[in-house]
């Protein structure tokens, strides 16, 4: 007796969409409307992937074990599942969903991985660079709202890799270089100085790491300064300053850059700086101006 292939197309089918509906079904008692949303969403998207590859035990496998070792190598230093969120283009995705609806707002971008909390505090046009290496940086500019409003005392928290592209924690020991916040002045205004940002390839002596080389993609950052900006009433900026020219601005790897985050970096010879010191060797000045949403618009 012949076997009709049609027919065990649709039984095969059919199984495969019981497995799935009793998953889906397994969320119905969550109290939480939005866990039970997300959560039944995420399993019928799943098992969509898996049927649209057709996924083997092997390729599921290779999948755990992967994950495994995301985990394996993610520190308190390290968050390796951020950065292949960031990879993935999850990260920019989740951003722009989330991205404040006030026109004129300082557009934000990824958090990335090296983030690291209890930061040194440095005074309104202190030094965050505290022995990074790279070129004497001058950043400047002012915080305010959308309708111009300066927002005094504002919590500006700012982190960057040194020159030779590696940020204070890929570093053995605890020194913390590269990284720190300071509150805006009574005007809004706020200063630093830090090192020249620099370009520099993710770190790929990871899982990450290893799925880019499969995938044949480029690892490269452009040169950026990360920015964390917080108020009461406004929400949480998440952002960075890209420089002008950098050749990776068009296949940042973590597809982080937006136009108008892009700043010009202004090179310039030893002498007196704004704040008034001396620099001895050549320097390098930024002016960036931060527009802060309020909370009232995220919630409209």
Same mark, same amino acid.
């Given at each position: ?30 109290? =939480? ?11 019928? @998207?799943? @098992? ?14 290779? $999948? ?7 985990? @394996? ?44 909390? $209890? ?56 020194? =913390? ?16 100085? =830090? ?28 040169? @950026? ?34 136009? =108008? ?14 704040? $008034? ?24």
């Amino acid at each position: 007796m012949s076997v009709d292939p049609d027919q065990e197309t649709k039984e095969l089918t059919a199984r495969e969409q019981a497995v799935t509906d009793e998953a889906v079904a397994s969320f119905d008692a969550s109290a =939480s409307v939005r866990y039970r949303e997300v959560m039944q969403s995420l399993v019928r @998207h799943l @098992h969509s992937f898996a049927r649209e590859v057709r996924l083997t035990q092997a390729e599921w496998e290779q $999948g755990i074990e992967f994950l495994t070792r995301t985990g @394996h190598i993610t520190t308190d230093k390290r968050q390796e599942f951020i950065l292949l969120s960031d990879v993935l283009g999850l990260s920019m995705l989740t951003v722009g969903i989330n991205a404040p609806a006030s026109a004129g707002a300082t557009e934000s971008t990824v958090f990335g991985p090296f983030f690291v909390e $209890g930061a040194p505090e440095v005074p309104l046009g202190g030094d965050i660079a505290r022995g990074a290496k790279g070129t004497p940086c001058y950043v400047a500019g002012t915080v305010r709202s959308t309708d111009g409003t300066p927002v005094p005392g504002a919590r500006i928290e700012v982190w960057e890799a040194d020159e030779d592209g590696f940020y204070d924690v890929q570093y053995e020991g605890d020194r =913390s270089a590269g990284r720190g916040w300071l509150r805006a002045g009574d005007e809004g205004e706020y200063r630093f100085w =830090s090192v020249q940002p620099s370009p520099y390839p993710v770190p790929q002596d990871g899982p990450v790491g290893e799925l880019l080389t499969a995938a044949g993609r480029g690892a490269m950052r452009p040169a @950026h300064l990360h920015f964390k900006v917080d108020a009461p009433g406004y929400r949480t900026l998440i952002t960075h300053i890209f420089v002008a020219g950098d050749p990776y601005l068009d296949r940042d790897v973590v597809f982080g850059v937006k136009d =108008s985050l892009v700043v010009d970096v202004v090179t310039e010879p030893p002498g007196t700086a704004p704040d $008034g010191s001396q620099q001895d060797g050549p320097w390098a000045r930024v002016t960036f101006d931060i527009v802060l949403a309020t909370q009232q618009k995220e919630n409209e």
